[in-house]
Nanobody
Framework: VQLVESGGGLVQAGGSLRLSCAAS????????ISWSRQAPGKEREEVSCLGAFDGSTVYADSVKGRFTISSDDAKQMVYLQMNNLKPEDTAVYYC?????????????WGRGTQVTVSS
């Protein structure tokens, strides 16, 4: 099983980035996929999750209205479109696969991609 994140980088405040998570080795249809982030000295925070069957979405209050999660099931890809980025969005962003439902413990994790937002 592999989850590989990409798309991170350095961006100015107010800018946008789109993160990608490529999944392989899993039955993609049976997993909810989430994005979490961890800033230095802080706990990991789940920012969004995409449900396995109904395409339901969950967002942390800190990113609501700015981030959008989506998927391309044929490519087994999940994306996180991040708009109006703020310096406090700076973190390593990870995607994770959860058996069936958002909210259950993640079964697989990617290695992360760094997002840095300058003020």
């Amino acid at each position: 099983v592999q989850l590989v994140e990409s798309g991170g980088g350095l961006v100015q405040a107010g800018g946008s980035l789109r993160l990608s998570c490529a999944a392989s080795g899993i039955n993609f249809d049976s997993y909810a996929i989430s994005w979490s982030r961890q800033a230095p000295g802080k706990e990991r925070e789940e920012v969004s999750c995409l449900g396995a069957f109904d395409g339901s979405t969950v967002y942390a209050d800190s990113v609501k209205g700015r981030f959008t999660i989506s998927s391309d099931d044929a490519k087994q890809m999940v994306y996180l479109q991040m708009n109006n980025l703020k310096p406090e969005d700076t973190a390593v962003y990870y995607c994770a696969a959860h058996s069936l439902l958002c909210g259950v413990a993640a079964r697989y994790w990617g290695r992360g991609t760094q997002v840095t937002v300058s003020s």
